[in-house]
C-alpha cells in the first residue's frame, strides 16, 4: 500500500532523527532530564508526520549524496519545530531582555540571579534546538563540498558508460535505403503533435485533456508515435473525471497516416494527482536510486495495454556523477498501477525505450566531454579529444538525440563534432541501443557535413521555398552516408517534401535529390550517384561522348531535373537544370525534338548518362528562333 511505502521513506530519511531520540531516551536524568525526553518524543512525533506531508509531495532524492541534504533539510526542520513548539517564549523572553547569549553559558545546575527555573528548561531545550540545526547545516554544506571535491574525478563515470569504439563507421547500425520497404521517418514529432490536436475529437469531453510527450517505439515490427492523452485544467478537473481515455498511436514511416485512438481508459498518469500520480507511484520503489524530474514515457506492449517507463540511475557514492552501468528500470501499468523495478537485462521485451532520452544525452556529453579528464576540457586544459553532439534531433537534452529504427530495435543517434564552431563536419557517430544501453561511438574518415549544415543546404540552395527542415537522419543509398531531410511548411507543420542529400558532398550537382514521394526521391539520388555528375565519382575516369537522336520518351521529375531516351539509344540521359550552360529554352524540349549533346559515358551499361547542359542542342527549338 502506498501509505506504508511512504512511512518506510520517512523513517529512512529520519533515521538519524530518531536514533537521536532513541540514544536521549537511554541517557540518564543527570544529562538530559526527562522534561526534555519528553519534548523531543513530542517533537519527533509532530517531525514525523509534517516529513510524511512533506515527502509525498516533494519527492525528495534518495540516492546519495543528494540523499544527504535531505536528511539535514528535514533535521532542520524538525529542529525549527522543536524550536517553535517548546522554545519560542523563552527565545521572545531573551531577545527583549537582551540576554540570549546567556542561554549558551547558561549552568545546568544552577539559575542565573535573573533567569527563573521555567527559563532555564526552556534555556534547555532551546540550546538543544539551535545545536542540532548547527550540526544539520554542518553535514548538509560539508555533503555539497566533499561531493563536489569527488565530482571532478570524472574517470569513474566514463568508464561506466557500456562503450565500444570503432576505428571506421563500416559496421554502424546506419539503415540502407535500397527500396520502398526502407522508408525513412518522415513525420516530424511536430508533425504528428499537430496532426493529433487535430484529432483529439475523436473522444467524449476532449477540452478536458491535452497531448503529452512523443514516444517513438516498434509495435508489431513496424516504427510508430505514442502519445498520451493527459489531464488538462488543474485539481479540480481531475477530480471529476480520474481517468484518461486512451492514448494516439500513428506511423512514423508512412507520411499520409492518419492518428488512430486507442480507446484505454487510464487511471495511474503523470497528469493524475494523490496516489494515482504515475510519478508518485513510481517514486516509492526508487530507494537508494536518482530519478530525474522528466516525466515517465508511455509504450504499449503487443496487445496495445499501456505502461510508463522510467529509468533509475545510480550515482557514485559521495559525488555527484551518474554510474550508467548501475541502474533499474520502472514499468508501471497504466490501468491496474503495479509498479515492477526491473534490472537492465530484465527488462520486458516490448520496452523498446528502457533508457530516457536524457539519460543517453548525459552519457553522450561524460563520453565526449571527459574522456580524458575534467581539467583536460576546462577552459585551462589542451581540450584533446573534446566532442560534443552536433544536435539537431528530437528528443534528450537540448534535442540532441534522433531515434530510428534498425533491424527491429529502436537506436539514438546523433553525430560528434569539435567544440569549434568553425567545423562544420563530423568527427564521427554515436548509435546507442535504447533498450539495452549499448553504446557505440564509429569514427569518421571521411569529410560528412554536420547535420546542421546539411538543413542549411536543403533550407537556402537546395529548396528556397521557405520550408522548415527537420529530422535529419543519416542513410547508406549505395554505401554513401546520406542526409535525408525531411521539409515541413513553417505554420502548419505539414510535411512537404524531401531532401536526399550525399553526406559528403557541398550542395553540387548531382549530390542531392528532392521530391514528395520517398521512393521516387530515393531513386533520382540514386539515378544522380550513377550518372557521374558532381562529386559523387572521379569525373576524370569517365569518357565524353557526342551524340545525336530524336527523343523517344521524355520526362520531369519533382526535383527539377529532365530524363530521356532517344530511339535506337538503350541510355538513359539526365539533364540538370543546375548545371552550368543550361539553357532556358531547354525547358521546352519534348517527346519527337531532334537534339543534340554530349554526355559522360556511364561506367555500366544499366548507368545513367550525364548530359553536359553547355552543348545541348534542340533542333526544332533552333529551327524556331532563326525564323
Given amino acids: 500500500m502506498m501509505w506504508i511505502e511512504f512511512l518506510e521513506i520517512t523513517l529512512f530519511l529520519m533515521s538519524a532523527w530518531i536514533l537521536l531520540l532513541i540514544t536521549t531516551l537511554l541517557l540518564p536524568k543527570r544529562i538530559i532530564t526527562s522534561g526534555i525526553k519528553r519534548r523531543f518524543s513530542q517533537a519527533t512525533l ?11 509531495w ?15 533539510t528535514i533535521g532542520v526542520i524538525g529542529a525549527g519545530i522543536f524550536l517553535l513548539l517548546f522554545g519560542a517564549d523563552t527565545i521572545t523572553d531573551s531577545l527583549a531582555n537582551g540576554r540570549f547569549s546567556r542561554f549558551f553559558n547558561e549552568s545546568s545546575t544552577q539559575g542565573r540571579h535573573d ?9 534547555r531545550s532551546l540550546k538543544l534546538g539551535l545545536w542540532w540545526i548547527v550540526a544539520c547545516l554542518v553535514i548538509g554544506i560539508g555533503t555539497w563540498l566533499g561531493a563536489s571535491a569527488m565530482s571532478l574525478d570524472v574517470h569513474q563515470m566514463v568508464n561506466s558508460i557500456p562503450t565500444t569504439i570503432k576505428s571506421n563507421s563500416k559496421s554502424a547500425p546506419m539503415p540502407v535505403l535500397k527500396s520502398n520497404e526502407d522508408l525513412p521517418v518522415v513525420n516530424a514529432p511536430a508533425t504528428v503533435r499537430a496532426d493529433m490536436n487535430n484529432s483529439l475529437n475523436s473522444f467524449k469531453n476532449s477540452n478536458v485533456y491535452d497531448l503529452d510527450h512523443l514516444r517513438v517505439q516498434m509495435y508489431h515490427g513496424k516504427m510508430v508515435y505514442v502519445a498520451p492523452v493527459e489531464f488538462d485544467g488543474g485539481f479540480f478537473r481531475y477530480l471529476n473525471y480520474r481517468k484518461t481515455p486512451g492514448y494516439f498511436m500513428v506511423s512514423a514511416t508512412d507520411k499520409s497516416a492518419t492518428p488512430k485512438f486507442v480507446n484505454r481508459p487510464m487511471t495511474y498518469t503523470p497528469s493524475a494527482y494523490f496516489n494515482s500520480d504515475a510519478i508518485r507511484r513510481i517514486y516509492a520503489q526508487s530507494i537508494g536510486y536518482y530519478m530525474s524530474k522528466s516525466a515517465p514515457q508511455l509504450e504499449i506492449d503487443e496487445h496495445g495495454t499501456p505502461y510508463y517507463v522510467k529509468t533509475l540511475t ?7 556523477n551518474t554510474n550508467f552501468s548501475k541502474y533499474k528500470v520502472a514499468v508501471l501499468n497504466a490501468v491496474t498501477g503495479q509498479v515492477k523495478v526491473y534490472n537492465r537485462k530484465d527488462v520486458p521485451s516490448f520496452v523498446d525505450v528502457s533508457v530516457e532520452p536524457n539519460y543517453v544525452a548525459k552519457e553522450v556529453e561524460a563520453f565526449g566531454h571527459y574522456r580524458n579528464g575534467f581539467w ?13 553532439s552536433a544536435g539537431h534531433g528530437t528528443e534528450g537534452t537540448n534535442d540532441s538525440l534522433t531515434p530510428y529504427a534498425y533491424k527491429g530495435r529502436i537506436y539514438y543517434f546523433t553525430g560528434m563534432t569539435s567544440w569549434s564552431e568553425k567545423q562544420t563536419t563530423l568527427l564521427g557517430y554515436v548509435f546507442v541501443d535504447a533498450h539495452t544501453n549499448e553504446f557505440k561511438y564509429f569514427q569518421e574518415k571521411g569529410s560528412i557535413m554536420t547535420p546542421g549544415r546539411a538543413i542549411s543546404y536543403a533550407e537556402q540552395d537546395i529548396n528556397p521555398q521557405n520550408y522548415k527542415g527537420t529530422i535529419p537522419l543519416l542513410y547508406r543509398v549505395n554505401g554513401q552516408p546520406t542526409w535525408v531531410i525531411s521539409m515541413l511548411d513553417g505554420k502548419n507543420y505539414s510535411f512537404m517534401k524531401y531532401v536526399y542529400l550525399l553526406a559528403n558532398g557541398s550542395n553540387q550537382a548531382g549530390t542531392f535529390a528532392i521530391g ?10 540514386t539515378q544522380n550517384m550513377q550518372s557521374g555528375a558532381g562529386t559523387i565519382t572521379d569525373s576524370s575516369k569517365r569518357v565524353t561522348k557526342s551524340t545525336r537522336g530524336t527523343i523517344f520518351r521524355f520526362a520531369a521529375t519533382s526535383d527539377g531535373q529532365y530524363w530521356f531516351m532517344l530511339k535506337g539509344d538503350p541510355h538513359v540521359y539526365n539533364l540538370n537544370p543546375k548545371d552550368t550552360g543550361f539553357a532556358a529554352s531547354a525547358r521546352l524540349v519534348q517527346s519527337g525534338d531532334r537534339v543534340s549533346f554530349k554526355y559522360q559515358q556511364p561506367t555500366t551499361k544499366t548507368g545513367v548518362a550525364a548530359v553536359d547542359a553547355a552543348s545541348f542542342k534542340d533542333d526544332e527549338l533552333n529551327q524556331n528562333q532563326s525564323r
Fill in 58 to 72: 516533494w519527492l525528495p532524492s534518495l540516492a546519495l549524496p543528494n540523499v544527504i541534504f535531505t536528511i539535514t
Fill in 46 to 56: 509532530v517531525a514525523v508526520i509534517l516529513g510524511y506531508l512533506l515527502i509525498y
Fill in 516 to 525: 514528395t514521394n520517398a521512393k521516387d526521391t530515393l531513386t533520382s539520388l
Fill in 314 to 320: 545510480r550515482r557514485f557514492d559521495w559525488s555527484f
Fill in 376 to 388: 583536460n576540457a576546462s577552459i585551462i586544459g589542451g581540450h584533446r579529444q573534446v566532442m560534443k
Fill in 115 to 123: 533567569v527563573t527555573n521555567h527559563q532555564t528548561k526552556r534555556g
